[in-house]
């Protein structure tokens, strides 16, 4: 499986912003795709993971109402729009995919980088203030 991450850019505070990630070479419908960011000197945390069959998505806390994680199951597509942006949301966002019987398991209690094993490449999102 290929990950490829687009949407990245300069953008003001409280302004939005919609990255998206494609997947190719699927072959299973069992997956969870997650997106992680990280941040000038801190590590990479996710914040925001869906899977594919049911749609159920999931959030860290410090993004809940802000991030929204949607998917085009028809396109293998995976969305982060993000509105009220704030400059400590500047970071490099990457996406990742695992596959599971129970996707859901990728994405709880936390959104985990080591449950991934296929990373796409990043996409850097600046929010000037």
């Known amino acids: 499986v290929q990950l490829q991450a687009s949407g990245g850019g300069l953008v003001q505070a409280g302004g939005s912003l919609t990255l998206s990630c494609a997947a190719s070479?699927?072959?299973?419908?069992?997956?969870?795709i997650a997106w992680f960011r990280r941040a000038p000197g801190k590590e990479r945390d996710g914040v925001a993971c869906i899977t594919s069959s049911s749609g159920s998505a999931y959030y860290t806390d410090s993004v809940k109402g802000r991030l929204t994680i949607s998917r085009d199951s028809a396109k293998n597509t995976v969305y982060l729009q993000m509105n009220s942006l704030k400059p400590e949301d500047t970071a490099v966002y990457y996406c990742?995919?695992?596959?599971?019987?129970?996707?859901?398991?990728?994405?709880?209690?936390?959104?985990?980088?080591?449950?991934?094993?296929?990373w796409g490449n990043g996409t850097l999102v600046t929010v000037s203030s």
């Open positions: 990742a995919a695992d596959w599971a019987p129970n996707a859901g398991s990728k994405c709880r209690p936390t959104i985990d980088r080591r449950r991934f094993r296929s």
């Open positions: 070479g699927v072959t299973s419908g069992y997956y969870a």
